[in-house]
Every structure is written in C-alpha cells, then in structure tokens.
C-alpha cells in the first residue's frame, strides 16, 4: 500500500462475490430463533436493536427540550411537564442507552471472537441480560405513559421521596433492573476474558477493546449493585416512610447522594471505556499501525476504573460535605485526567507517521478525540473546588458531560457500528454518505453545546424551562445545533437499513485489519471458527497480517 | 441466575474425547466449563457484598451518630432466638457441605437426604425470623407510621430493681431508634429474601439430584450453590453481631 493511497478500502470483485450463505444469520428462521437464542451475535443485534429503540426515544425528549428553550418564555409546555422531559431523556440516554450501548452491542459481538472462542461463558444469562434489559425498558416506557416522572435522573432525595407524586416507583424499579442487566453482561465479560482465551492469547495479546470492556466490567459488577440497593431504599422510602434518607426522622439525604453517586460516578466510566475500546481499534487500523504504548493503554483502562471508585464525592461539592473531604476529593479527580489524557496521547503517536486514510470509522474516531479532549478538560475545571462552586448546576455543566458522553461515546459508538457493519452484516454501507453523515454530526455536535458552555459559564441554570432573555441568541444556537445533530443520527439509520439488502458484499477483511475477527468470513458462523485458532503474534500486527496475504489462504476457517 | 452451568444439551459436537451430557459445546473442555461456572459464581458473589455493602454502610453512619439510639433499640432484639437460629443456619451450611461431598462421591441417596436437611433447617431459620418479626409487630417496631417510641421515652420499669431497665431518651433521640429497626428490617429481610430464593433453588436441586443429575461426575450446580448458601451464612454471622451483641450492655 502505497503512503498516498486515499482509502484502505478493499473489497471483493462485486461481480461474483456473494455473502456466505451460511452464518449466524441464516443458521436459524423465525422470530422464536431470535429470541431463544444462546449465540451472542444475535442477542448483540437484539440489543442494537432495542438501544436504538430507545436512543430516538430519549434523543425526541432532547429535540422537545431544544424546542422549548428556543424562546426564553415558557411557552410550550407547563414547567412540571418540562421537567418530565428532561428526566426522561436522562433516564433512558444514561440506563438504557449509554451503559449498555456497546458493551452490550459490538462487545457482546466481538469479545467472543476476538478471544478466539465460540461463545461468551455463560449464553443464558446473556439472553438473560438482553430480557431484564427489555423489561426495565418496558418499565420506562409505561412510567412514561402513564403520567412521566420528575426528578431528574439523579433521584435526588428528599424530593424524590417526599415531595413528587410521579411514577418514581416504576422508574426507580426499571432502573434496579436494568442494573441487573448491566451487572450480568459485565460478570458474562470477566470470565470470558479469564477463562475462555483460546491458546496463545495472552493477556497482552488481547486487543485493547478487550482490555477496556474489561475494565469497564469490573465497574459494572462492583458499582451497579450498590445502586441497585440504593434504588430500593428509595422505593421503601417512599412505599413504607422508612426514613432512612429523611431529615425529619433522623435520616440523612447525604447517605443517599454518597450510595447514588459511588454507582453513578463509575457509571460515567463504563460508557466511555468501551468507547475508547472502539476508538484504539479504529485508530490502529486506519494507520496502519500498532497501537503506540500498547501497554499503557492496557492500563490506562484499568487505573481509570480504579481511580473512577474514589472521585464520586466531586459531585457533592455544594452539597455540604466537609471542606477537607472536598479537597481530597478534588485531588483525586484531578489523578483520573491522568490515565485518560496517556490515552489521548497514545493515540496522537499512534497516528504520527502512520499511513492515515479518512474513511467513516476514522472520522467518527477523530470526533472522538477532539470532543473527548475538551469534555475531558472541563471536567478538570469543574473538578476543581473553586471553579466547580461558580459552575455546577449550570449549562457549563450539561455541555460538559454531553462533550464525553455524546462527543465522546456517541462517536465512539457510531465509529465502532461502522467499523464492524461489514462484519456483523457482510455489507458495507455507502461510503460518501456516511461520510456526510460523520461530518454532519460533529457540526451540529458542536453547535449544540459549544454555547451551553458559554450559557454556563454565563449562569444561566440547567433544568428550567425559562431564561433571560439576554441568553436567547445562544439557546437559538443550540436548538439549530440540536436539528442539524438530529439529522447527523437519522441519516446513518437510513443507509444502514439500505445497505441491509443493496450494500457492496464487504468480503473477510475489507479494512485489511489485523484482529481475528476480520480473519473469518462476514458475517460470521454461528460457531465463529471452525477450529479454534491459535493466537501467535501479537495485536495489530501488520507485517503478519501481510505475510498471511502473500502466502495465500486464510489464517482461520 | 448463577447456575447457567445446570443446562441440559445433548453434546452434539466432534471432539475426541468422551464429554459428561451437560457438557456446553462453546467451551473446550470439561475443566474449562466447570472453572468458568464456579468464577462466574464468585463474581456473583462479589456484587451480592458490594449489594450487602450499602446497607453495611448506611448502618455504620447511623450507628456512630445515633449511638444513644442504637443501643436500646438493639437491646429489644432477642438474643437467645438470634443465637438458636446462628446454629441452625451453621448447621444448614453444614449438611450443604455434607451434599457437595456427597456429590462428588457420587452417591444419590446421601447427597438427596443431606439437601433435604439443608432445605429443613433453611426453612426452620426463616420460622424463627417470623416470630422474631412478629414480636416487633406487636411491639410497633416497624418502622413506618405505626411506628412507636413509647417504650423508649418511658422504658418499661424493672420488677427486681424498681428503676427502669433502659436509660430513658429523649423524644428527639427516641426516633432514630426507628432508623435502626429499619436498618435491621432491610439487612435481616434482605438476607431472609435471599434465603427464600436458596430454599427455592433447594427444591429444584433436590428433585434435579433425585433424578441423578449430579451424582454421575457433573457436580458443578450443587457446588455453585453451595458458593451461594455459605455467602448467605457468612451474611448472617456479619449481621447477628452487629445488630444483637454488639454494645448490649456498655460501659457506664
């Protein structure tokens, strides 16, 4: 490959190349096949089915408040209802679709594959997750119908104890479910990744996907049962007057916000730790290099896990917790820049002096990069003492987590759908558009929450549905910023159902990628391999992978 | 559900070697499923403490600043019924660890009867915690809006020294003692829950083992389980001193 080529892109002659008739998908027929199904390529399109379900769902409530905020007056809707909305965007963006978007989705599809295995360990309970996972969500959806529910995501106590006679026990108990979910999918990970590594795969031969949805499952198992317990003192609370988080009774409403947020704080590191999986991935392969500081990535992943239990009490700051505490908590914060920004930097050098190509998954890589890395720093801003007083419970705050968790995950996500389309269907989708589409994102992206930042730093507040009048160019900028996003999101669910059916047959290895999922047919057998492969080089390594292509056939099955 | 393991499927795989029935064929070999089970248990385990953990914590919180409360609220519990049933929970682990043997010896009948055994004295525990609930019941313990803290403010005067058994509160300090009757509902009634879910596991296993499923070299269920009924013990001998004993009578 020569260092000017424009695109790495390399597929079958369409003439006569078809999709293998055999493979996961048509192993079986019928609506039942799918969902009795052990095989964790399936129940990973079941679940991408169902978060992109609920993603236009939550994603609606984010056009509705959009919508709302294009005038500083209160005129679309009354505030009790404003503040259903963006509860309900909160509660189905973070618990149903950010935690398991690709945990659940591209990991369930692609750790067993990239460890060389069948299977994950345990297949009934990955079908498990995927039904506790559509009954927290059918539990959402029926809060919803019957009359919404407002108190933020957070269920902050007292008020969500004492004061809201909304649907909080319905919400509250989806969400203690889709815990489970989350906590199954996670334990199904580690032992997969301990136990079932075929021979010569070596913890440090493992791709760094692999290494993150570890460290991201470690997170899942230890934070989500403590949230789980939380959630149901909340409901006790509220069904029996318990008063273990009531003032009035000798409860105290800071336990809670310590129980909500030693879960929730991880939380925000098992959505974007399998992102960056994706994006370490993406980068290698479209610069045609090995990762740099493989190692570090490795464990990078791991210390933000670790570090990610020891920083929850950063969102407690103007909660009154004592000033020493604050200082530690600060300090610590600030040590998770660290591990992050080793990653950020791994990935620039991975790019120095590779042969870069710019198709879709690297786009959506590159928005990464840069929206993480803002995202990132201003959570170094708000996790100072000082900075964090003046802006939190602002907009400075919403552009924040929306710069990691859209920017951030989102891109990752969507990076990672692309990379793995040809494999997971055996088609590509069409090239220029998705381009468009990548492209598309990252403006509206940032023409939504760039000025959040500034509306923040201004002080105008999160969750009202009313303003100053002074912050209205802003807030219109944003509402514009909203819809071109939209756009960016409606487009790829277009041509990904298109090229389903009218889609180039995408071959083995249309990125000429190096990880064992791209050495076996797409879309995949059933049984991933025909024998099982032994792993005997190291990750990303290109020399192999062309040596294999010169000396003919294919490395497995 | 940890007994993912259990699941009957005839090996319809081409490997050389002779598999046990209940081998899954997405795992290489015996060692391997068997290893993956018991680790996937242990994980499980690890999120039933994190799970344990809150509750943990919320009590260590109340405890030291609701001191004064929490030790004539504790003083209420019965300690003689506590202890009787920390033996007859030990003695229920006892013969779970006698079944696991028995399996991996492979003899049916002794592992039937020792499950039976475990299931009777499971079931005997949760007796005795009802008659322990039902003396709260009466008392107006529960905490909630019936919710009483006459016994507290004026204690009950002591027929042998003609004082009161317990240093009066006041109204403001009596009412964190409903703090601790909640956390002693929540911690006991998540243990009891999870000693209803064994008891029902137990009934499967031993109509499971009644049919042989476990006494022909495939043992790793009642091993998983038996992972899960000693967590539950363990759970309770954390509990029964820091509810019970702990600082019944402290120093004046």
């Not at chain 1, 950010?98 to 299977?119: C, E, H, K, Q, Y």
């Not at chain 1, 002074?470 to 909203?482: D, K, W």
């Not at chain 2, 005795?128 to 009483?148: D, L, M, Q, R």
Request: neutral net charge; aromatic residues 16%; contains cysteine.
């Amino acid at each position: 490959m020569s260092a000017t080529a424009t695109t790495i892109l390399n597929l079958p002659d369409q003439a006569t190349a078809t999709v293998p008739k055999k493979n996961y998908i048509t192993a079986e027929h019928g609506l039942l096949s799918w969902l009795l199904t052990g095989d964790h390529k399936r129940i990973a399109m079941l679940y991408l089915v169902s978060i992109t379900f609920f993603f236009f769902i939550g994603g609606a409530f984010a056009g509705l408040i959009r919508l709302e905020l294009l005038t500083p007056q209160p005129d679309l809707v009354a505030s009790d209802t404003y503040n259903k909305f963006f509860t309900m965007h909160g509660v189905i963006m973070v618990f149903l679709f950010l935690v398991p978007s690709v945990p659940a989705t591209i990991g369930n599809f692609l750790i067993p594959i990239m460890l060389g295995t069948r299977d994950l360990a345990f297949p009934k309970i990955n079908l498990l997750s995927w039904y506790l996972y559509t009954i927290a969500g059918a539990m959402v959806i029926a809060s919803m119908v019957l009359g919404g529910v407002d108190t933020g995501w957070t269920f902050t106590t007292p008020l969500s104890t004492h004061y809201l006679n909304t649907h909080v026990i319905t919400t509250g108990l989806a969400i203690f479910v889709a815990g489970f979910s989350s906590i199954f999918t996670g334990l199904n990970f580690i032992v997969t990744v301990h136990r079932m590594r075929c021979p010569g795969m070596t913890w440090f031969r493992m791709p760094l996907f692999v290494w993150s949805h570890y460290a991201a499952s470690i997170l899942m198992v230890l934070g989500t049962p403590v949230l789980a317990i939380t959630l149901i003192l909340v409901v006790l609370e509220r069904v029996f007057g318990i008063g273990v988080f009531d003032p009035t009774k000798g409860g105290d409403p800071l336990l809670f916000q310590h129980l909500f947020w030693f879960y929730s704080h991880p939380a925000v590191y098992i959505m974007i730790l399998p992102g960056m999986g994706v994006i370490s991935e993406v980068v290698s392969t479209f610069s045609r290099k090995r990762v740099f500081g493989y190692t570090a990535v490795a464990f990078s992943s791991v210390a933000i896990a670790l570090f990610g239990f020891f920083v929850w009490a950063h969102h407690m700051f103007i909660m009154g917790i004592s000033n020493y505490s604050a200082l530690v908590f600060s300090l610590l914060t600030m040590l998770v820049a660290v591990p992050s920004a080793i990653k950020i930097f791994n990935w620039a050098f991975t790019l120095q002096k590779g042969s870069i190509t710019f198709e879709t998954p690297m786009l959506y890589a590159f928005g990464f990069m840069g929206l993480f890395t803002i995202g990132g720093l201003t959570g170094v801003f708000l996790g100072s003492l000082g900075m964090d007083i003046h802006l939190t419970e602002t907009y400075f705050i919403v552009a924040h987590f929306h710069f990691v968790m859209v920017g951030g995950m989102l891109m990752a996500f969507l990076a990672g759908v692309h990379f793995w389309w040809p494999k997971m269907t055996g088609r590509m989708y069409p090239e220029s558009l998705s381009k468009l589409a990548a492209v598309v994102t990252f403006i509206g992206f940032n023409l939504t929450f760039l000025p959040q930042f500034i509306l923040g730093y201004l002080g105008m507040p999160r969750r009202y549905h009313a303003y100053p009048p002074e912050y209205q160019v802003l807030n219109v900028l944003s509402t514009a910023g909203a819809t071109v996003l939209g756009v960016g999101y409606l487009l790829p669910i277009i041509y990904l159902a298109w090229s389903l059916k009218y889609g180039p047959v995408a071959g083995n290895n249309p990125w000429q990628a190096t990880g064992l999922e791209w050495q076996i047919q797409s879309p995949p057998l059933t049984e991933n391999f025909t024998t099982i492969p032994i792993m005997d080089h190291e990750a990303y390594d290109y020399e192999w992978l062309e040596h294999q292509n010169q000396h003919g056939g294919t490395y497995i099955g | 559900m940890p007994h993912e393991s259990a699941i009957h499927e005839p090996a319809h795989h081409e490997h050389e070697h002779v598999f046990i029935p209940q081998h899954r064929h997405h795992f290489e070999t015996e060692e391997q499923q068997r290893e993956a089970g018991s680790f996937g248990m242990w994980l499980f385990l690890l999120t039933e403490i994190m799970f344990f953990g809150g509750l943990f914590f919320a009590y260590l919180l109340y405890r030291n600043w609701y001191y004064d409360a929490f030790v004539p609220a504790s003083n209420q519990l019965n300690v003689p019924l506590g202890a009787a049933n920390t033996a007859i929970l030990i003695t229920s682990g006892f013969f779970m660890a006698l079944g696991v043997w028995a399996a991996e010896v492979r003899k049916k009948g002794l592992l039937v009867i020792f499950l039976i055994l475990t299931t009777i004295f499971g079931a005997a525990f949760l007796g005795v915690k009802y008659v322990e609930y039902k003396e709260k019941w009466e008392k107006h313990h529960i905490p909630g809006a019936s919710f009483s803290i006459s016994e507290f403010v004026n204690p009950p005067i002591d027929a042998k020294t003609g004082k009161p058994g317990q240093k009066p509160l006041n109204v403001d300090m009596a009412q964190k003692t409903q703090i601790f009757f909640f956390l002693y509902f929540g911690m006991t009634g998540m243990h009891a829950l999870h000693m209803i879910i064994g008891l029902g596991l137990l009934i499967w296993l031993i109509a499971r083992a009644q049919r042989g499923d476990f006494t022909s070299g495939y043992v790793a269920p009642i091993e998983n389980f038996g992972l899960y009924w000693h967590f539950v013990d363990i759970v309770w001998l954390f509990l029964f001193p820091l509810l019970y004993l702990i600082n019944r009578h402290p120093l004046q």
